[in-house]
């Protein structure tokens, strides 16, 4: 075929793409517009409200639903469902919406964990899955994901973030999109799904959830906004504003994001829902005199549809009627949500076939059994002490009140999820060496925050006759989550005790930690063996478990947030500020400073006389059982102008005694822009599989365009200059190769 005729061809495709999506919208906005031309202003009203409670059936009937949130029961979700399509004038469908997080039934580890996976695909499959099982309940819109950039552990919502890094979110979150949404959203099984939440509520003051943010302009467009922009381009159907305010505006009526933003420069079609009552709450904010001030501002600002505070509902008439809103902000918000209804397919198919044998289907107790293994992050492994060797083994000890917690091993946002269909560390080791061994049960602690001591004093005697002790601790699922944030990291009750006294044993001890956050554990980890690391890993956190413990999987998860050593390091991440002082690591730190020391003898840099500078553990780490050796990177040219694709490889070599998975990272710095850039920035990773002594070369192709920021002045641009680049195993080591970007 010559190449005239195959750009002909091409051509023709394009059209014809063109031609079929244009003619898709064009029908979609007929059947919208048509519908909004024959709907009075109280039926436009009913459909920006969102419902929780209350008399369901009355209000579908009277069109004063666009939305039900939390109603589960299937037959009462269907009998509103037939009240508003047969009964309501005009038979608009309500959307129905639940959080569905991190699984419906089947629960995946939290997203904090799933994000340790670096595994987009595995976690696109998650999402799919939990959309099949919640739209076999009758859910067909979810408030996920959640992309808040989280640099501080001490908020309770980084269990439900993907982390500190704004690529690594960007890159999870669209695929999470992409699971729940499916190909299609008009496929039965598909659900919307809503980004959330807009935006920069992650950077709540001191960790304290709905707490204000103070974000720079800078800081916004270049970290915070980051994975939203990527959830748009995903095709997200919905987004949902912050709670919190940024230097004194509340999301809620921040007309910058929600509509300079996200309509005017990202041309979002999808509708934007407030957070639960944050347009009542800007009354208690102090940024509105009484609630239809507030709906006034909301609407005024971009809020298409209100979350259970019913301030539309009782204001929007009058404010029309005194000129204080516009019909045409009214319509513009009834259209974003008509559409998202109609691309559901929700006019034409507004019921749902309840179907529980996608309930812990095996392919879905499959993945969330794989998403947990990937997410698990082995932080040490003094001595290859891991994984066990359970032919050899005659007891082994389990100890901790996480061990067989059902309960707790869900994480936050698990509403759904059955404690009964969990299974649980203990279970599952039982399981993997059935009479093989002799398993020591001993839970020492009835509950995380226990702090009596009276099982870890009885337990001892027990567990030393064990070969091994293997150790659950953590916190249980309420301590992390929405309005759950904390200011001592430490582990709680007596873990720490339990910890030092299964030390003093005399036993190798492996701890295993289940958190919703990253905990402060340097203590606890110079006490034991080996450490494995997993954010709240759900119903298959058992089998994933025992599968890594003893080897037949081997741990690839990597840190997706920077592990503090002390809590009064926070916010740490890895890309901050280079600052004029940088710390050197030869700065003396408290027990060496000599007494009655000059005052400028320390150091003049950027660290901590307690904790030095640098964290427990950086962002991107976690060992495996095998070791990785990396060959030093080379790219394809030394100078590179804006259009050009950098590619940057790297060999990787297996050299150790396993088949096992690395996540290969792929790092810049910027140095010198009109604004001060990070001293390091994630640009790709790549999950590669190895075999004992296998070599692959590792190939990143990375458009220079990729490495535009919003600068100084305000404009989304590449600017020429000088930049390093890593190939690493994490963001704290590797040496850098140099390249320059020129016009
Ligand atoms: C409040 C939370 O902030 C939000 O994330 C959640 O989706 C809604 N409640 C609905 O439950």
Redesign the pocket.
């Known amino acids: 075929m010559s190449n005239q005729f195959k750009a002909i061809l091409l051509l023709n495709v394009l059209f014809f793409i063109c031609g079929c999506h244009t003619k898709t919208r064009n029908k979609e906005d007929a059947f919208i517009n048509n519908l909004l031309s024959r709907m009075t202003i109280d039926e436009k009203i009913g459909q920006m409200n969102q419902v929780s409670w209350g008399d369901w059936n009355d209000l579908a009937r009277k069109g004063q639903i666009g939305s039900a949130?939390n109603l589960t029961d299937p037959v009462a979700l269907k009998e509103m469902q037939r009240c508003a399509v047969e009964e309501s004038r005009l038979g608009i469908p309500v959307l129905v919406s639940r959080?569905v997080v991190h699984g419906y039934k089947t629960m995946q580890p939290i997203p904090l964990g799933q994000a340790a996976t670096f595994n987009p695909e595995l976690i696109e499959k998650g999402a799919r899955m939990a959309a099949i099982e919640a739209t076999s309940a009758g859910i067909r819109w979810t408030?996920a994901p959640?992309v808040d950039i989280s640099r501080d552990a001490r908020w309770g919502r980084i269990a439900e973030s993907f982390g500190e890094d704004p690529y690594l979110s960007a890159i999870l979150g669209s695929a999470m999109v992409k699971g729940f949404q499916g190909d299609s959203l008009n496929d039965p099984t598909s659900m919307a799904a809503c980004v959330?939440?807009f935006a920069g509520y992650g950077a709540a003051e001191g960790g304290r959830d709905y707490n204000s943010t103070l974000i720079p302009q800078n800081e916004l467009m270049n970290v915070y906004l980051v994975p939203f922009d990527a959830a748009r381009k995903a095709g997200v159907a919905t987004v949902?504003c912050a709670?919190s305010d940024n230097d004194g505006i509340p999301c809620t009526a921040n007309k910058f994001l929600l509509q300079d933003i996200l309509r005017d420069e990202w041309k979002f079609d999808g509708f934007v829902v407030s957070?639960?009552a944050s347009i009542a709450e800007m009354v208690i904010h102090g940024f509105a005199s009484d609630s239809k001030e507030a709906a006034m501002k909301a609407l005024h600002a971009g809020v298409n549809m209100e979350?259970v505070s019913g301030t539309y509902l009782s204001n929007l008439k009058a404010l029309l009627e005194e000129g204080k809103v516009s019909i045409s902000q009214i319509d513009d918000a009834v259209r974003n949500i008509l559409r998202v209804k109609y691309r559901l397919g929700l006019f034409e198919n507004p019921y749902f076939v309840t179907n529980k044998d996608v309930f812990y289907a095996q392919n879905h107790l499959d993945i969330a059994r794989k998403l947990a293994e990937q997410s698990a992050i082995l932080l040490k492994n003094t001595g290859q002490i891991l994984p066990l060797d359970s032919n050899t083994i005659q007891s082994i000890a389990v100890v901790g009140p996480m061990a067989d917690a059902p309960y707790e091993q869900m994480g936050t946002w698990s509403f759904d999820g059955e404690k009964e269909q969990t299974i649980t560390p203990l279970t599952a080791i039982r399981d993997y060496i059935g009479n093989k061994a002799n398993v020591i049960y001993e839970p020492c602690l009835a509950y995380s925050r226990d702090k009596d001591p009276k099982g870890i004093i009885q337990a001892v005697s027990k567990v030393k006759q064990a070969d091994v002790i293997v150790a659950f601790v953590g916190e249980e699922a309420i301590l992390s989550g929405?309005a759950h944030s904390m200011a001592d990291l430490n582990l709680k009750g007596a873990q720490t005790d339990l910890i030092e006294e299964l030390k003093l044993t005399g036993k190798p001890v492996v701890m295993i930690v289940m958190a919703g956050r990253p905990l402060v554990i340097e203590k606890e980890l110079n006490d034991v063996n080996a450490a494995i690391y997993m954010f709240h890993p759900g119903t298959m956190g058992g089998p994933a478990i025992a599968d890594l413990l003893f080897g037949k999987a081997v741990p690839s998860g990597k840190t997706p947030v920077t592990f503090p050593k002390m809590v009064g390091q926070i916010p740490i991440y890895y890309n901050h500020k280079m600052t004029g002082r940088p710390a050197t690591r030869k700065e003396i730190l408290l027990d060496s400073i000599p007494i009655e020391a000059g005052q400028t003898s320390l150091g003049c840099t950027s660290f901590y006389l307690d904790a030095g500078f640098d964290p427990l553990f950086p962002f991107g780490f976690g060992l495996s059982y095998t070791t990785f050796e990396y060959g030093t990177p080379e790219l394809n040219m030394p100078v590179f102008g804006k259009q050009d694709i950098l590619k940057a490889s790297c060999t990787l070599r297996n050299t150790g005694d396993y088949e096992a998975t690395e996540t290969v990272q792929l790092y810049i710095r910027d140095l010198v822009g009109s604004l001060s850039r990070p001293v390091k920035e994630l640009k790709g990773f790549q999950r590669i599989f190895l075999k004992p002594g296998q070599e692959k070369t590792v190939v990143f192709e990375l458009p220079i365009d990729n490495l535009a920021f919003w600068n100084a002045e305000g404009k989304n641009v590449v600017e020429n200059g000088d930049f390093q680049l890593w190939i690493s195993t994490d963001s704290s080591i590797g040496n850098p190769i140099h390249f320059k970007v020129e016009d």
């Open positions: 949130l959080d408030f959640m959330k939440h949902m709670f957070d639960w979350m929405e």
